[in-house]
């Protein structure tokens, strides 16, 4: 508005140069010149000068005004020309300005359209000078006016020339301070956010704050490519690139953790720009998988509930032929070694329905035969083991090596440590199919340390990071629930312990649980050697 302002005023004060010129040539100093039509010339200018201050002060409308006055403009002046003698007269030069007006306050569209209008304005007043059919005056002062007119037109065009070259800088300065405090407002603000920032213009970075530098690095004058993917939309530029058909999501890693943010396009008011935002999502999709996990673990529990219910009948069939297949052998002819060992199978057999059982009462809330704040079913830990090695390893023991020292005989509930040493060894065994597993008992400090190396892959990055989330697996579909670590922490930590994997410098994962060292160790067992040296 202020600027609209300022050029009524500008046209004010150009009209009353033109009027005060056409009352020069009615006293005769220039007598070519025709008084009617520049008269006509500045009746339209006022006339449209009116207009345009009514339109601003009333009905608050700007909109290609500017436009519109420097085609106005340009006409009038193609008018006073014309009536002086066209491209004979002195003014001529006077075209330039409606073009710079235009640059000023309309920007290059105003002025590519202006520039044109001048271009016709300026060949009409070549055309009035050769086709004597056109003109209506000429120019011809009487001297010494003649000569004085000339240099005030050439005057008047310098002056005016460096007014409005002085005036367009400063409104360039004027814009340049106002964009940068602008950036720099935007900037604190996004910086207060946390908030990573890049501006995209024609499909190329144009500018990073430091926290998008410190994200990616320096990406300024590159294609603009989402961090999550490997294609770019921009790689060809062009301003349709952006925004994004797809949320673009990613992951960083950071020293403590990784972080996931998610990217937002917002157009900025220049063609072609746009403003990228990197926000933080962390918290807000941790809380969503929080979410999701929770609702799959009441789902899986209510299961459980019931697969638990309908197992006790089966599980109580399979104890009482376990018992009929042990006193079957007390009577029967056969040899010594063979019943001994049919006599092992059995037992493990009876032993572990009434393992289950304990586990389906617990889950049916019925007995808490897991709570490790009682003593109830206690055996030494190289027991434990041994239980667990019969269950996954039943017939290749020999892939197994134990290391066992004197923490070996300490005392621990049954059932938590057999649950997760079965899951710890199907690990190991699933990881390589074909290699060896070590199993090693120590203490150390006040901790009882169990370890159970593979010699698989090792575990990936992405792995580390959600090892004891649940249901994350890493093997195939079908071949794993994602709940054994899970478990397994939750047991341990159950028993004032604690499980963590890691990779083997020598390759292979290692498990250890760690579990508080019994006051008084007593001599170790060699129940777990025994077994685990016999295929």
């Not at 409606?98 to 000023?104: E, G, K």
Request: net charge neutral; glycine share 10%; charged share 20%.
């Amino acid at each position: 508005m202020a600027r609209l302002l300022w050029l009524i005023r500008l046209r004010w004060l150009a009209l009353a140069g033109v009027s005060a010129g056409a009352a020069v040539a009615a006293a005769g100093l220039v007598p070519g010149v025709d008084g009617d039509v520049v008269a006509v010339a500045v009746l339209l200018g006022v006339a449209s000068n009116l207009f345009f201050t009514w339109r601003a002060r009333r009905l608050g409308k700007t909109d290609d005004q500017h436009v519109g006055q420097a085609l106005l403009d340009t006409g009038a002046l193609t008018i006073v020309l014309w009536a002086a003698g066209g491209a004979a007269c002195p003014f001529v030069g006077f075209y330039v300005f409606p073009v710079l007006l235009a640059a000023l306050l309309g920007g290059g569209r105003a002025m590519r359209i202006t520039g044109a209008a001048s271009a016709i304005g300026l060949a009409f007043q070549v055309a009035v000078a050769f086709v004597p059919a056109l003109q209506v005056g000429r120019w011809d002062p009487a001297p010494p006016f003649d000569l004085l007119l000339a240099v005030g037109a050439v005057g008047a065009t310098i002056g005016m020339a460096a007014y409005f070259a002085a005036r367009l800088t400063a409104e360039l300065r004027h814009q340049v301070r106002a964009r940068r405090e602008a950036d720099a407002l935007l900037a604190l603000a996004f910086e207060g956010l946390g908030a990573g920032l890049e501006v995209v213009a024609e499909g190329r970075v144009t500018w990073q704050n430091d926290k998008a530098e410190r994200l990616f690095g320096l990406r300024s004058g590159t294609p603009w490519v989402c961090p999550g993917r490997r294609e770019s939309p921009c790689e060809n530029g062009g301003p349709g690139c952006l925004p994004l058909e797809r949320p673009c999501r990613f992951a960083v890693p950071q020293p403590e953790d990784e972080r996931i943010y998610e990217v937002m396009a917002l157009p900025m008011p220049a063609p072609g720009r746009f403003l990228t935002l990197y926000l933080d999502r962390t918290t807000d999709i941790l809380h969503q998988r929080q979410l999701m996990i929770t609702e799959r673990l009441a789902s899986l529990g209510r299961t459980v509930q019931g697969v638990a219910h309908e197992l006790n009948t089966p599980l109580a069939t399979i104890q009482t032929l376990g018992r009929d297949i042990l006193d079957a052998l007390e009577q029967a002819q056969a040899p010594a070694a063979l019943r001994a060992d049919v006599a092992e199978s059995a037992e493990v057999i009876v032993a572990e329905v009434q393992r289950c059982r304990r586990i389906t009462h617990a889950l049916l809330g019925r007995v808490e035969r897991l709570d490790p704040n009682t003593r109830a079913g206690e055996a030494a830990l190289s027991a434990a083991l041994d239980r667990a090695l019969a269950v996954v390893f039943t017939h290749e023991r020999d892939r197994v090596a134990v290391d066992l020292d004197a923490a070996a005989a300490a005392r621990f509930p049954l059932d938590p440590i057999v649950q997760i040493g079965v899951n710890l060894l199907q690990n190991a065994r699933d990881a390589a199919p074909d290699g060896r597993v070590r199993i090693s008992v120590a203490l150390e400090g006040e901790q009882v340390r169990v370890r159970v190396l593979d010699e698989g892959p090792g575990l990936s990055p992405e792995a580390r990071r959600h090892l004891f989330e649940p249901f994350f697996t890493t093997k195939p579909p079908g071949q794993g629930t994602g709940l054994g670590l899970y478990t397994s922490m939750a047991l341990a930590r159950g028993l004032g312990g604690d499980l963590s994997v890691s990779n083997h410098p020598a390759g292979g994962a290692v498990a250890t649980l760690s579990l508080p060292a019994p006051a008084v160790l007593s001599a170790p067992s060699t129940g777990a050697g025994a077994s685990a040296g016999r295929p």
